[in-house]
C-alpha cells in the first residue's frame, strides 16, 4: 500500500516556483495518514472484537495497543523515503539514507517489543490492581497504572516520531 501511496504522491512533478516546503508537506501527509491508517486498524479490530467478548479495562488497554500496533506503519514509511525522497546533504553524522535504512531495522524491533508490551496487561492488573481480570471491573486503574503501563511504547512511538518528522522536514 505505501508502495502505491508513494507512486501516486510523487508522479506530480514539483510545480514551477513552489515552495520549499512542497516536498517535506507531502512526506509529512504520507507519515500522517500511515499513522492513522495504523490506528484505525486497530480501532476497527477491537470493536469487532468486543463485540464478541468484553474485556476489563478495554479503554487503557485500547489505547496502548494504538500505541503500539500504529508503529507497524514505520518502517515502510522510512524505506518509502530511502527509496523516494531527496535531501539536501549529508548531516553531521552520515547520510541520512543510510541512518533511515538503521531506523527500518530500529522501527521493527520497537513494533515488536511493543506488541509484547501489550501482552503484559492482565499481569499488570493482577500484580498493581487487584483486578480479577473477569469484566466489569469496578476500580478504576490509578494514574500510576497507566503511566507504567503505557510510557515504554509511548516512548518508542515518540522517538519513531520524532525521526520520521525529522526526516521528512530534510527532504526536497
Excluded at 499513522?35 to 468484553?54: E, H, I, P, T
Excluded at 517489543?113 to 492482565?122: D, F, I, P, R
Excluded at 469484566?135 to 490509578?142: A, D, V, Y
Aim: hydrophobic share 50%; with cysteine; proline share 6%.
Amino acid at each position: 500500500m505505501h508502495a502505491i501511496v508513494v507512486c501516486l504522491l510523487f508522479d506530480h512533478t514539483d510545480p514551477a516556483g513552489s515552495s520549499p516546503y512542497f516536498h517535506p508537506v507531502k512526506w509529512l501527509i504520507l507519515l500522517f495518514g500511515s499513522l492513522f491508517a495504523g490506528a484505525g486498524a486497530v480501532l476497527v479490530d477491537n470493536a469487532m472484537k468486543r463485540l464478541r467478548q468484553s474485556r476489563c479495562h478495554n479503554t487503557a488497554q485500547l489505547f496502548h495497543e494504538v500505541l503500539a500496533e500504529h508503529l507497524i506503519a514505520y518502517p515502510p514509511f522510512f524505506v518509502a523515503l530511502i527509496i523516494g525522497a531527496d535531501y539536501k546533504s549529508d548531516v553531521l553524522w552520515g547520510s541520512p539514507k543510510d541512518i533511515i535504512g538503521v531506523l527500518v531495522f530500529a522501527a521493527f524491533i520497537l513494533y515488536v517489543v511493543a506488541v509484547y508490551l501489550t501482552t503484559l496487561h492482565e499481569e499488570q492488573f493482577k500484580a498493581h490492581h487487584e483486578c480479577s481480570g473477569k469484566p466489569p471491573c469496578p476500580k478504576m486503574l490509578s494514574w500510576w497504572n497507566l503511566i507504567s503501563m503505557f510510557y515504554p511504547t509511548a516512548l518508542m512511538a515518540l522517538a519513531l516520531f520524532v525521526g520520521g518528522v525529522y526526516f521528512s522536514v530534510l527532504t526536497y
